[in-house]
C-alpha cells in the first residue's frame, strides 16, 4: 500500500466511525460545552453546503440564552425531555438552534430578493442573470412543479436539512454529538419567532432544530439500519 492508498484507507475509516459514533442524542452533558472553534467549524459546514440553484434558502439561528430556549419547551415534545423525564436536548444541549427555510417570498423565480442575490452574492452578469432566471422559472414551473407556497416552502426545507446533515457529520468527526428535531409545534414555533426574537415568517418559516454537545451517556439503543442490499440498487 503506497502511502496516498494509506491515508484514504484511514480517512475511509474515520468517516465510517464518525457516522457510527453519531447517534441521535437525547440528552447531553449540561456541563460540557464545545469549544468557540469547533462550533465555528460546525458552522462553516453548515453555511458551505450545497444548495439546488445555489439560492442558499436557509438561515441558521443560534440560541444560547437559557429564557429564550425555554419559550420553545411547552410545544417541542422532541426536544423537550417528555419522552425520557429529563430536561431534554433543550435544556441539556452546549449549542442548540432552529434552521429556517425561505419562503416563497424570497424564493419564487424572479423574485426582487433572488435579482439581488445573483448580483450580489454571486456576482453574476447580467446575461446569466437572465438565464438563471428561465432555467430556475422552468424548474418551478414544469419541471419539478413547485408552485404553491408551500411547495416553495418545503424545497427550502430539503435544502435546510443537507446544511445540518453536514453540520452533525462534521460534529461526528470531532467527536460531537447531535440531534436533529422536527417533533415541535410548527405553527406556535413560528409564533415565538416571530414574536419574541424578531424573525420576519413572511420570508422565514422554521424547518428543523438542532442540539449539539456531548452525550450525557451510552446511547440506550445499538444502531439499526436495513442491509445494504435492501438500501442500495446498483445497476
Ligand atoms: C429530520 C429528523 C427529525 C428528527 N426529529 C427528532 C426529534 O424531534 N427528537 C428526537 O429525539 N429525535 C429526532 N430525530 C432522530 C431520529 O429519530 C433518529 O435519527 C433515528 O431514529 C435514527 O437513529 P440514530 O440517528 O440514532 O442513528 C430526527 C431525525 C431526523 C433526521
Not at 24 to 32: G, T, V, Y
Not at 62 to 67: D, K, M
Not at 123 to 135: K, Q, R, S, T
Not at 167 to 193: N, R, Y
Request: aromatic share 12%; charged share 25%.
Amino acid at each position: 500500500m503506497n502511502a496516498i492508498t494509506q491515508i484514504n484507507a484511514d480517512v475511509q475509516k474515520q468517516i465510517t466511525d464518525a457516522f457510527n459514533f453519531r447517534h441521535a442524542c437525547k440528552l447531553f452533558d449540561a456541563e460540557r460545552k464545545i469549544s468557540d472553534g469547533e462550533f465555528e467549524t460546525i458552522l462553516e459546514a453548515g453555511r458551505l453546503s450545497p444548495t439546488s440553484f445555489g439560492h442558499e434558502p436557509f438561515r441558521i439561528l443560534v440560541i444560547q440564552t437559557p429564557e429564550k430556549r425555554e419559550l420553545f419547551r411547552p410545544f417541542s415534545w422532541g426536544a423537550n425531555g417528555m419522552m425520557s423525564g429529563t430536561d431534554g436536548q433543550l435544556g441539556t444541549a452546549s449549542h442548540f438552534g432552529i434552521i429556517l427555510a425561505s419562503t416563497a417570498e424570497t424564493m419564487k423565480a424572479g423574485s426582487d430578493y433572488l435579482q439581488n442575490f445573483y448580483r450580489e452574492v454571486k456576482y453574476l452578469p447580467e446575461d446569466v442573470i437572465g438565464m438563471f432566471n428561465g432555467a430556475y422559472g422552468n424548474f418551478q414551473s414544469t419541471d419539478h412543479n413547485i408552485t404553491t407556497d408551500r411547495e416553495i416552502l418545503d424545497w427550502s426545507g430539503k435544502q435546510a436539512y443537507i446544511v445540518l446533515a453536514n453540520m452533525m457529520t462534521a460534529g461526528a468527526l470531532m467527536g460531537i454529538d447531535s440531534c436533529p428535531m422536527e417533533g415541535f409545534d410548527m405553527e406556535k414555533t413560528t409564533q415565538v419567532l416571530e414574536q419574541e426574537f424578531g424573525i420576519d415568517t413572511n420570508a422565514w418559516r422554521p424547518a428543523v432544530m438542532f442540539g449539539f454537545g456531548y452525550r450525557a451517556g451510552e446511547p440506550a439503543f445499538d444502531k439499526t439500519r436495513r442491509s445494504v442490499e435492501d438500501t442500495v440498487t446498483w445497476f
